[in-house]
Structures are given as structure tokens and as C-alpha cells.
């Protein structure tokens, strides 16, 4: 049974993890690369993820031998995806009530994603999430993105908790990989995008749900 009181601050990951949203980066990622006549790799998914919005954009430059800048392709990945985050991507299912049931026990609220700032504020402005968490941080903003546990470390400093303290949701192995690097206790949460990966999930998270209704089952 899966226990949220032992813990003095909770840490979303945001896509696939407080959001239903990784479809989305598939999809633009094939778009992306479609208009300059390049196919998607069947490894491209995997060598990015837990990369920082900046990290990924260099990876695309150095990979693709593409000519833009750094800013102008992360100016277009944000465009792309800015009216999705806005008008179509959904809370996870029972996410919502994970967070009522934090916020009356005097646990503190956090988020630290590898997305944007950009689209985080459109995410945050869409669900009226602004209020209910203290700490709000990109990998955009630390050393390395995950696996490296520099973005769990920063919100973790700013909620004035220490990382023993603090539970992790994520739904992929570069992020479960961050939140223990970074000395946290991890529940990993299924998203379709990162199914491929589930034995090395399971294997390395404190435990696994399948939904979020799996934590409301045992408060």
C-alpha cells in the first residue's frame, strides 16, 4: 500500500506524469523533422529523454546538421505545441485529488520537468495550477537534465526539504534515475511513450502504479 504521509514534499515530473501530454512530442518531433525532409529514428525517443529543452534542441542541431539556432528551434517546438498545452492536454486521471489530499496534510508542492517554461506556464494558466505549488523549475535552469538529479536537488532546496524527504512521480526511466541519484523516494506512473521501457522502470522505482487512483486507494 502505497503511503504519501511520511513525506514532507511531493515532486511532479509534467509530461506523462502530472499531464497526459507525451503523445504530443512524438508527434512533433515527426513534423518537425518531416519539413526538413528527414524521417523520425525509431531511436530518437529514447536518446532524448529526461534532456532539457535546450540539451534536446543541441541534440537536434548536432544530429541533424540542422543550420538554425538554438533559440529559433526551440521558438518553433514551443509554437508547435503552445495550443495543445493550452486547449487539449487533460490532468492525469485523479491527479487532482493526489494534490487535495497533499495540500490538507501540510505537504509541500513541486514540479521539475525537462518542457519548457513556456509551455509549463500555458499548463499551469489551463488547470489553475499556479497556487498549489510552492516550487516550479525547469532542467533549463540546472547543470544537466535527467538522469542527473539537479532539477529534483533545486526544488527540493527551494521547498526547504531535504531530498530524503521527498517523494517523486515520473513516468520515465531518466526521471526515476534523477529522482534516486538525487537520494529521493520514486513511484513511477504508467504513460504509453515510456511502456518499451516498464522492466527497467519497475526495477529501479520504489514502486509502480498504473494510475494515480492506485495512491488514493491507500490514504
Known amino acids: 500500500m502505497l503511503k504519501l504521509d511520511n513525506f514532507e514534499a511531493i515532486i511532479f515530473d509534467l509530461d506523462g506524469t502530472l499531464i497526459d501530454s507525451m503523445w504530443i512530442w512524438k508527434q512533433i518531433d515527426i513534423d518537425f523533422l518531416e519539413k526538413r525532409n528527414i524521417v523520425l529514428p525509431d531511436d530518437l525517443q529514447k536518446d532524448i529523454e529526461g534532456m532539457s529543452f535546450t540539451e534536446t534542441a543541441h541534440y ?97 532546496e527551494d521547498l526547504k526539504v531535504n531530498p530524503e524527504k521527498c517523494l517523486v512521480f515520473e513516468d520515465t526511466h531518466a526521471g526515476v534515475m534523477a529522482a534516486k541519484n538525487a537520494g529521493m523516494t520514486v513511484y513511477a506512473i504508467y504513460d504509453d511513450l515510456s511502456a518499451p521501457y516498464m522492466t527497467a522502470i519497475k526495477r529501479d522505482a520504489d514502486a509502480y502504479i498504473n494510475s494515480f487512483s492506485e495512491v488514493l486507494e491507500g490514504l
Open 60 to 156: 537536434f542541431i548536432e544530429r541533424f546538421a540542422l543550420d538554425e539556432s538554438l533559440e529559433e528551434i526551440q521558438r518553433e517546438w514551443n509554437e508547435m505545441a503552445k495550443q495543445f498545452y493550452r486547449n487539449h492536454i487533460p490532468l492525469k486521471e485523479q491527479v487532482f485529488e493526489v494534490i487535495q489530499y497533499a495540500l490538507t496534510k501540510g505537504i509541500k508542492l513541486g514540479i521539475g520537468t525537462s518542457n519548457s517554461r513556456e509551455l509549463l506556464h500555458e499548463v499551469m494558466e489551463a488547470h489553475g495550477l499556479t497556487a498549489w505549488f510552492e516550487s516550479v523549475r525547469t532542467s533549463c535552469e540546472v547543470a544537466k537534465g535527467k538522469p542527473s538529479p539537479d532539477i529534483f536537488l533545486k526544488v527540493a
